[in-house]
């Protein structure tokens, strides 16, 4: 505003040519003057824009965000109005933002499975575990445990995949399931309907009878 109180502050001599050619010669700088500065001014913005979103593009390359965390959630499957599947888990985090959305439990999942008259016949836990929204492909790993209560079988390895589409469950790594009379190895893992009612060891290595330890 100083360069504006400068011009307005020129007054030509009446009749002077002199006078005349300057005034309107502060004039046509002042317009110029103004003229850059607004441009410059939209150039900067447009610039500090650019940089503000490649900023943001960044950020969310590298972060992923959960967009809903909740503590103690219950996931249901049912069939018919009957509850076939529950899901447990003490920390909950769904994630979005990115080409493969996914629910993550960091603290891990507990899963019952129900028999038709409501009983659990199975149960799967582990300490750490992903679900995949598009392929309906449950992740375990660490500690991987399952049970069927009704047959007295126990699996273990640490990692585990549960096809929700084809219910079945399987692993590449190394497996063990001990039943009532012996305790069978698996180094490349095993394959199972979801219920852990047939299952079937990948280089099966061997077999241990209880009764032999005992």
Not at 22 to 34: A, N, R, T
Not at 77 to 95: C, P, Q
Not at 143 to 172: M, P, R
């Amino acid at each position: 505003m100083i360069f504006s109180d400068t011009i307005k502050t020129i007054k030509p001599k009446t009749g002077s040519p002199r006078g005349k050619h300057l005034h309107c010669s502060y004039q046509e700088k002042g317009k110029l003057f103004f003229a850059l500065l607004a441009l410059f001014s939209l150039a900067m913005l447009l610039f500090s824009c650019e940089n503000s979103m490649e900023v943001i593009r960044n950020m969310t390359k590298t972060q992923n965000y959960p967009t809903i965390s909740r503590d103690n959630t219950e996931i249901f499957y049912s069939d018919s109005g009957r509850v076939k599947i529950r899901v447990y888990a003490t920390r909950l985090e769904r994630y979005t933002q990115t080409e493969d959305p996914y629910i993550l439990f960091p603290e891990g999942i507990l899963v019952y499975f129900y028999d038709s008259t409501m009983r659990v016949q199975t149960e799967i836990s582990a300490k750490w575990a992903k679900y995949l929204e598009k392929t309906k492909i449950w992740e375990a790993r660490n500690d991987v445990i399952c049970k069927n209560n009704f047959k007295g079988e126990q699996l273990n390895t640490e990692e585990l995949f549960w096809d929700t589409e084809k219910h079945k469950i399987y692993s590449g790594k190394f497996t063990r399931i001990q039943t009532a009379d012996a305790v069978f190895i698996g180094d490349g893992g095993f394959d199972a309907n979801q219920n852990f009612t047939w299952w079937q060891l990948r280089s099966t290595r061997g077999t241990v009878n209880m009764k032999d330890e005992q």
